[in-house]
């Protein structure tokens, strides 16, 4: 089996700009991220995955300078962007994480690994309990391939509500240990510039060079809880009622056909 670490990023942000490439103590946010995610282990490549912009070009020299693999798809159906990337380096799952979360859990990525080497009927896994930014997921590519296949949205950014169907696949929610909650935060995650100072000073309480082991951020917090405070302003953006909605609506009315479908790709 051979599963892949795919991290979805491109430098269009507006609410923060280029908002990847800012500074955590002597290394761009991505670059923490890639840092992270080659932490995982028997994952068999890391790929950063952007679109085909002039403007996301500086993200192709990071992945370069770091020695992983990058891929350049669709700007906004992110979905198909994975799944060509899948296709292309030949993976029959992945971790996923986008590049707004420079302190995801690796300790729950490995253990998604674990459990998908386990158990390989898993269609999508992901973990909950954690902040926002914390939490992490996989992705058996048949599966991906089946909702590209399907699906009528485009801008599949936001893309949970087309692939936590239970009715479709085999879905799996791990609740994480009661000492990875942290329910004094709610996100940790980067969309503005509250966000941003919020990780600035978590970075420059660690050594430059570590990797930072997440229940330590949290004693981190809880020791200093006025860093709570820097980003509690900022509201997590969400899937409109009317795109869910519509959502709930096809896989309803086409359930059938969906499932034919899948069925065919699972068994090519």
Not at 23 to 33: C, H, M, Q, W, Y
Not at 86 to 102: H, Q, S, W
Request: hydrophobic share 40%; net charge negative.
């Amino acid at each position: 089996m051979k599963i892949g670490f795919l991290i979805t990023v491109r430098l269009k942000s507006s609410r923060l700009k280029l908002k990847v490439l800012q500074p955590l103590n002597g290394f761009s946010v991505i670059e923490r991220v890639i840092q992270r995610a080659k932490q995982v282990i028997e994952c068999s490549d890391v790929v950063l995955c952007t679109s085909q912009n002039n403007q996301d070009l500086p993200l192709i020299r990071i992945a370069q300078k770091h020695a992983v693999y990058y891929y350049n798809g669709s700007s906004e159906d992110v979905l198909q962007r994975l799944l060509e990337a899948c296709e292309l380096f030949d993976f029959d799952y992945f971790i996923g994480m986008t590049a707004d979360n420079p302190l995801f859990s690796i300790y729950h990525a490995q253990l998604l690994s674990d459990k998908i080497r386990a158990d390989n009927s898993i269609d999508y896994i992901y973990t909950t309990g954690m902040p926002i930014g914390v939490n992490i997921y996989a992705i058996k590519t048949k599966a991906l391939k089946t909702v590209c296949k399907i699906k009528k949205e485009i801008d599949t950014e936001i893309w949970g509500y087309l692939l936590n169907r239970p009715e479709i696949f085999n879905v799996e929610e791990l609740k994480v240990e009661p000492h990875y909650e942290f329910n004094q935060l709610p996100r940790l995650t980067l969309d503005e510039i509250d966000d941003y100072k919020l990780f600035k000073a978590i970075y420059n309480e660690f050594d430059k060079d570590e990797i930072i082991d997440l229940l330590d951020v949290y004693t981190l917090l809880s020791n200093n809880p006025t860093y709570l405070e820097l980003n509690q302003s900022v509201q997590q953006a969400d899937l409109d009622d009317a795109i869910k909605q519509r959502i709930n609506h096809f896989y309803k009315a086409n359930i059938d056909k969906i499932l034919a479908i899948k069925k065919d790709i699972y068994h090519d």
